[in-house]
């Protein structure tokens, strides 16, 4: 049972547009979430995180948006860059933030066009 | 430089034969854990550690052994690997409720 689902394997988005990847949640314990970056031959890293208190939080170009009552997050990118082409791993835990395991989905392919 | 750290980065081996996949952070992180990334499933956490001596088991444990007998080094070890232990392996270390995570060791098992 997959508790956390990224159920687009792909996207591709033209260079300066808005890039929206999409996470769906089942576990109604998870209270903190979390988006993850990984390049090819690299370890993922760590983009931005929303704590369920909260429905949106954003750091420069990248912006999460919790929906608490639909079980659903997503990452907006804005505008969209080359360098953005990653593999992107939504996670969730369901400590409110503390030292606790965190749950990964599957992973969604972001390529950005020149 | 904070960093998490893992050798060897790339190994083969044969069945059966034991291997150990070391884990270093310098952060002082209390917890830490290991995952596997495999196509089509995401990371999968193997094994996790909240602190010295204090390690449980993750989703995908089997297989596997953990040791934590000091705070910066959380090794994964193999006993007798198996061809379907071939993965992608990431230790990470957390502060709060984000990971860092290593460079990860690529593991062929043939």
């Known amino acids: 049972d997959q508790q956390v689902k990224q159920n687009s394997p792909s996207l591709s988005v033209q260079e300066g547009r808005i890039s929206i990847l999409n996470c769906d949640y089942t576990?109604?314990?998870?209270?903190?979430f979390l988006w993850y970056k990984k390049y090819p031959a690299e370890g993922p890293t760590f983009l931005i995180s929303?704590?369920?208190?909260?429905d949106k939080n954003e750091d420069g170009r990248f912006t999460v948006f919790l929906n608490k009552s639909a079980k659903h997050l997503s990452l907006h990118i804005v505008p969209s860059q080359p360098g953005d082409s990653a593999v992107y791993f939504c996670?969730?835990?369901?400590?409110?933030?503390?030292?606790?395991?965190?749950?990964f989905g599957k992973g969604i392919t972001l390529s950005v066009r020149p | 430089e904070a960093q998490v750290t893992q050798n060897p980065r790339y190994l083969i081996t044969v069945t059966g034969k034991k291997l150990t996949v070391t884990c270093s952070q310098n952060m002082n992180h209390e917890y830490m854990s290991w995952y596997r990334q495999d196509p089509g499933l995401g990371l999968r956490q193997i094994y996790y550690s909240m602190n010295v001596e204090v390690t449980d088991k993750g989703d995908v444990p089997e297989g596997y052994k953990v040791s934590r007998k000091e705070k910066r080094n959380f090794p994964l070890i193999l006993e007798s690997p198996s061809p379907n232990q071939t993965s992608l392996y990431f230790c990470?270390?957390?502060?709060?409720?984000?990971?860092?995570f290593g460079p990860g060791t690529r593991l062929l098992v043939l």
């Open positions: 929303i704590s369920s208190i909260k």
């Open positions: 576990n109604s314990m998870f209270d903190y």
């Open positions: 990470a270390s957390s502060y709060g409720g984000t990971q860092y």
């Open positions: 996670a969730a835990s369901a400590s409110g933030g503390a030292n606790s395991k965190l749950t």
